[in-house]
């Protein structure tokens, strides 16, 4: 079944390099998704890119309460390919170009392979872009705006676990947060300040410093998974959290924003089986881009905007006793959500499908 709204493939009147958008949804709201700059064996791959991509944004704004849909751009450039600084320049007027094509039903923002300084040159051909550099009237690095939006989000599960409130929902527990970049280390310091008693861990060594700023452990890197902690904290890459490890675990609840946690989605079943409650990485990171798109879409003051990215506390609580209730994963119940938010849409007939994967098979533990 064709799932998506509209999907648009042109090639590029300067570059001459194929530029796909795909809309998923825009049912409850103008579309929105970054624009991917990568390389890819054949343009199709790139199509398929966009198609899974965009979904996902969806996700992740419905489940968000964010009023907007989901969207994706992708450049797909040939193997081999290296732009220029003209021939880049170039490439993103093409993208421009072609959002504007979109009447405001969709805006972009940086992605793989693209930064905020794309974003400002593709800002000349159209307004429907967010992210832009703080030094031309965008919202800047989205890094402090995550990091809050999963702060938020960790106090909901302490709220579940325990019934704490306010500053002391993280007072004495421990707290493992794996990864020291842009977001671990806003992160790491909002925790210390709030009580928490941290361990962290970086494969680069030289993060070692924040651990002694912060009166933080230091971990090896391959033990932080598995160590006896209240909460884990994913802020590195993607597919940390596979089927093996699951039994090994010893956190009491798993909520970071690292982007595509789960190896894959069995791993949400088999974390619900170990009552483990694991926050959706595409609702707890969504900080930043809430942040970008109140301010430059939306014409929210900076106030308002982190109003709204504290607001990511509020729906993970609700999804977590949604859950919990229903006696399912919450990644399920976020799916389910979304489905049921998409469907009552104004324009419900419409309106595109999520993928709800009652199904998500988790192959038994032993
Ligand atoms: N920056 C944002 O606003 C934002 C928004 C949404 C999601 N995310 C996601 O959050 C995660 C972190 O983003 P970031 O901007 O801080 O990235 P970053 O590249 O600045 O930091 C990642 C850190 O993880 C470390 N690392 C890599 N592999 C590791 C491993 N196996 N064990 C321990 N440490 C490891 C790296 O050395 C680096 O310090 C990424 O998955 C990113 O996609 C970020």
Redesign the pocket.
């Known amino acids: 079944m064709f799932s998506h709204e509209q999907v648009s493939v042109r090639r590029g009147p300067r570059s001459g390099l194929p530029i796909i958008i795909a809309i998923h949804s825009s049912a409850l709201g103008p579309a929105v998704g970054g624009c991917r700059l990568w390389h890819y064996p054949d343009w199709r791959d790139g199509l398929t890119d966009a198609l899974r991509l965009s979904e996902a944004m969806t996700l992740k704004t419905a489940t968000a309460n964010v009023p907007h849909g989901g969207g994706k751009t992708v450049v797909a450039l040939p193997p081999g390919v290296v732009l220029d600084g003209p021939a880049r320049r170039d490439v993103l007027r093409d993208v421009g170009e072609l959002v504007e094509s979109f009447g405001g039903r969709y805006a972009t923002g940086p992605d793989v392979g693209t930064s905020a300084e794309d974003m400002n040159i593709i800002s000349e051909a159209t307004r429907q872009v967010f992210c832009r550099p703080e030094s031309v009237g965008g919202s800047g ?3 402090p ?2 990091a809050a939006g999963v702060r938020a989000a960790i106090g909901a599960v302490f709220r579940l676990l325990e019934g704490r409130n306010g500053a002391n929902e993280v007072r004495g527990r421990t707290v493992t947060v ?8 806003q992160l790491a310091r909002m925790l210390a300040r709030d009580g928490a008693m941290l361990t962290v ?4 060594e030289r ?1 070692r410093s924040l651990a002694e700023e912060l009166g933080a452990e230091w971990c090896a ?1 391959g033990q ?1 998974l598995t160590a006896e902690t209240d909460l884990l904290v994913p ?4 597919g ?1 959290l596979t089927v093996e490890l699951v039994p090994e675990l010893r956190c009491r609840a798993i909520v ?5 946690q789960l190896a894959e989605d069995a791993v949400a079943e088999l974390l619900h089986r170990r009552g483990i409650p694991w926050v959706p ?1 595409y609702l707890a ?5 809430i942040f970008a798109l109140a301010r430059e879409l939306r014409g929210a003051t900076p106030d308002e905007a982190l109003r709204q990215v504290g607001g990511i506390g509020a729906v993970t609580e609700e999804l977590l006793h949604n859950a919990a209730r229903l006696g399912i994963s919450p990644h399920l119940a976020a799916l389910r959500r979304v489905g049921e938010r998409l469907a009552a849409a104004p324009d419900a007939e419409s309106a595109p499908t999520i993928a709800v994967r009652e199904a998500i098979k988790a192959p038994m533990m032993n």
Do not use: E, K
Request: aromatic fraction near 2%; charge should be negative; glycine fraction near 20%.
């Open positions: 690095d989205p890094a705006y995550t794996i990864g020291l970049g842009h977001v671990g280390t861990t970086d494969v680069d993060r890197p932080a802020a590195a890459l993607g940390q970071g924003p690292a982007n595509n990485d990171s969504a900080g930043g881009v």
